[in-house]
């Protein structure tokens, strides 16, 4: 996956060791080799993501797309769609919410949020890899202001 002729790295915030094992295998199947980072809990992503001081100006010229699991041990995963979603820096960066949760309450919350697509775990390949596809097409025409 390219964005305007520049790589795009997938910021992996994911918990269960399994499931990133599984998350990463698919992603391979789908045909992106892009680069990807993991994270196991939300202040290191966020860290990451918007920088210590939670600027978000660390990511102005970066081309991220974050692959999230909304149950982590130190914050849940809406309050890392919210805060990266309402930086000016941020908040065009597509999210991919990867969960067990399919609760509809919470799968409405999270794209009033912002987030991009929202697929349950256990994740189906077929629909995982169509998503990863569409926002590798997404990527390819996307303009950074």
Do not use: W
């Amino acid at each position: 996956m390219k964005a305007v002729g520049k790589e795009v790295t997938i910021v992996m915030i994911e918990d269960d060791e399994g499931h990133a094992r599984l998350i990463e295998k698919n992603v391979r199947r789908a045909g992106v080799h892009n680069e990807i980072i993991p994270f196991t809990d939300g202040t290191s992503a966020l860290d990451f993501v918007l920088g210590k001081d939670r600027s978000g100006e660390v990511s102005q010229d970066k081309y991220l797309l974050v692959l999230l699991d909304l149950n982590l041990p130190d914050m849940s995963g809406t309050d890392i769609l919210e805060q990266i979603k309402s930086n000016p820096h941020t908040r065009r960066l597509p999210v991919v919410i990867l969960t067990t949760t399919d609760d509809e309450r919470e799968i409405q919350r999270c794209y009033d949020l912002g987030a991009n697509v929202y697929i349950t775990k256990p994740v189906d390949y077929d629909n995982f890899a169509n998503a990863i596809r569409q926002l590798g097409l997404f990527f390819s025409v996307m303009q950074i202001p």
